[in-house]
């Protein structure tokens, strides 16, 4: 069974502090992995990922894969408080539409 | 920036009652998902949808459920007999193409079964 296994579960920091979170996962016939914001209520797209090696950048986030050891960190710079959010990675798999998500790493951004 | 929009966003019904979820998917967009989210619990893939029909669905989505684009906009989810165990937040989920690497999630629907 494929699935998507995401550390910390919970992270509390204070505003400036630089935080990685980190995902692994097992999907078979892995095609992309995927960092989603969860504010409130609707994940945001943050980054699509698919090949090794090459780093994503938006601002002060950040992600990069690693193929062969099957995993995906998100960093985040200079940390606000309106990056307190959950942070959800997911997998997709070819020949598949849906995505396997991991529980999701909950950041709280203290000032 | 076109969003996924879902109603309502709160829907409490009695066990056993059937209930609607309804989303407008982003108007260009062909490729439609639902997903639920238990609380405290990952998000849980329900069922994608394509050109009128099911094109893939999880084990969570049985003959309980049942989804359609009625008039070419909306995308529903219908729960004919629902339990407790269905009280969950529901996401619609649209993507431009298929393989479901970059879908664009709504606000969800939280279902709450008494």
């Known amino acids: 069974e494929d699935k998507v296994v995401q550390s910390p579960l919970s992270l509390v920091v204070h505003e400036g502090d630089t935080v990685t979170l980190n995902c692994s996962y097992e999907v078979t016939n892995f095609r992309s992995l995927l960092w989603y914001k969860q504010e409130k209520k609707a994940p945001t797209f943050l980054f699509m990922l698919?090949?090794?090696?090459i780093e994503k950048k938006s601002g002060r986030l950040s992600s990069i894969l690693d193929k062969k050891e099957l995993f995906s960190i998100l960093n985040i710079t200079a940390t606000q408080t309106g990056d307190s959010a959950i942070y959800l990675c997911a997998g997709s798999a070819g020949g598949s539409e849906k995505l396997v998500f991991g529980k999701g790493t909950k950041l709280t951004v203290n000032p | 920036e076109p969003e996924v929009t879902q109603t309502p966003s709160h829907q409490v019904t009695q066990m056993g009652q059937e209930v609607i979820l309804r989303c407008v998917p982003i108007s260009n967009h062909l490729y439609f998902y639902w997903y639920r989210q238990i609380l405290g619990q990952k998000v849980e893939f329900l069922v994608s949808f394509y050109n009128n029909e099911i094109s893939e669905k999880s084990e969570i989505f049985d003959d309980q459920f049942s989804v359609e684009r009625p008039d070419g906009s909306n995308f529903t989810l219908k729960i004919r007999s629902t339990k407790l165990e269905d009280s969950a937040m529901y996401f619609c989920?649209?993507?431009?193409?298929?393989?479901?690497?970059?879908?664009?999630f709504g606000p969800g629907t939280r279902l709450t079964v008494l």
């Open positions: 989920a649209s993507d431009i193409s298929r393989g479901g690497d970059t879908q664009y």
């Open positions: 698919t090949s090794s090696g």
